[in-house]
């Protein structure tokens, strides 16, 4: 067959989260209510900084910009996703399933950097309190945002520029409720190595270099908190921060787990779940003691 950017396959059919239609009418209300308490969480914070000025800080600047991000990813791929347990038939164009595939990786990415910069955000304020109104500067608040959205563009532009350059035959039927990279993948007729090269690297960076940079600012701040001779000091710091924790280890966690390991039919369906369970079911905007 000779390479090219031509694809024989026009549309997708999305095999969706399960394929029982007696649960179908429930599982839509349930992701509607869950959806909807995202976009209004999201939004009534989004809202809420913008418009009081106290909270015009770098830790509340990085918190908008997570809220911001998390409404969009969500909003990537939710309601396809609600429309398609309502219809017998779920099918998305072919230029549809890469529009999809672009904005989900770049709201992905850019919530991996997002997430780091908060991590140093609250390093800077536990451990250098005194150096913290410099160091975190609006400038180099809007610098760790900018730098956020070009890898964020360049990772999704690798990812979609790199699929698109595959050949898709007969085989139409994507294994998940999005177009998402790996069940994409395993449809096309043609040698997939470079893409899963790209994808190893490019997920790789995207998730080893922002997990270290937070989990080494984590140390420092838990050094710093366990020298803290006020306990009412460390259990403000403890309460800051614990929930940030566990928000990165579960989403650097499910990433690793889902894109650093061989894919196959069996793990597909492993890795909808696992990604239905994190990135649908919980929000990983944190309360930040507002």
């Known amino acids: ?19 029982q239609p007696d649960i179908q009418l429930a599982l839509f209300f349930l992701f509607l209510v869950m959806y909807m308490v995202t976009v209004l969480g999201n939004l009534g914070l989004i809202t809420l900084i913008g418009l009081n000025s106290h909270l015009h800080t770098s830790m509340y600047f990085f918190l908008f910009n997570l809220s911001f991000v998390d409404l969009c990813y969500s909003s990537v791929f939710t309601p396809k996703m609600m429309m398609n347990f309502l219809s017998k038939k779920n099918y998305i164009s072919y230029s549809g399933c890469m529009t999809q595939l ?3 990786c770049f709201f992905v990415i850019s919530e991996c950097y997002v997430l780091t910069s908060m991590a140093y955000d609250r390093y800077v304020a536990i451990c250098n309190p005194l150096l913290y109104n410099i160091v975190m500067s609006p400038k180099v608040c809007s610098s760790f945002m900018l730098g956020s959205y070009l890898m964020a563009f360049s990772g999704a532009m690798t990812h979609t520029g790199c699929m698109l350059r595959l050949t898709f035959c007969d085989a139409n039927t994507i294994n998940h409720y999005l177009c998402d990279i790996l069940p994409v993948l395993q449809l096309s007729c ?3 190595y470079i893409n899963e090269m790209v994808v190893f690297v490019v997920v790789g960076i995207n998730i080893i270099v922002p997990s270290l940079t937070v989990f080494i600012s984590y140390g420092f701040i838990l050094s710093s908190i366990l020298h803290m001779s006020s306990t009412e000091g ?3 710091a403890f309460s800051t ?6 928000a990165v280890s579960l989403f650097f966690g499910s990433g690793a787990v889902m894109y650093l390991k061989p894919s196959s039919a069996g793990s597909m369906d492993g890795g909808k779940n696992l990604f239905c369970l994190l990135y649908q079911c919980g929000s990983y905007d944190e309360p930040l003691n507002l």
Not at 3 to 15: A, C, H, K, R
Not at 241 to 246: A, D, P, Q, T
Request: proline residues 3%; contains cysteine; aromatic residues 18%.
């Open 190 to 192: 043609t040698s997939t």
């Open 102 to 104: 672009y904005f989900f």
């Open 1 to 19: 067959m000779a390479p090219g950017n031509y694809s024989f396959v026009t549309e997708f059919i999305l095999l969706g989260l399960t394929d």
């Open 234 to 236: 460390r259990s403000k």
């Open 241 to 246: 921060c614990s929930s940030h924790i566990i």
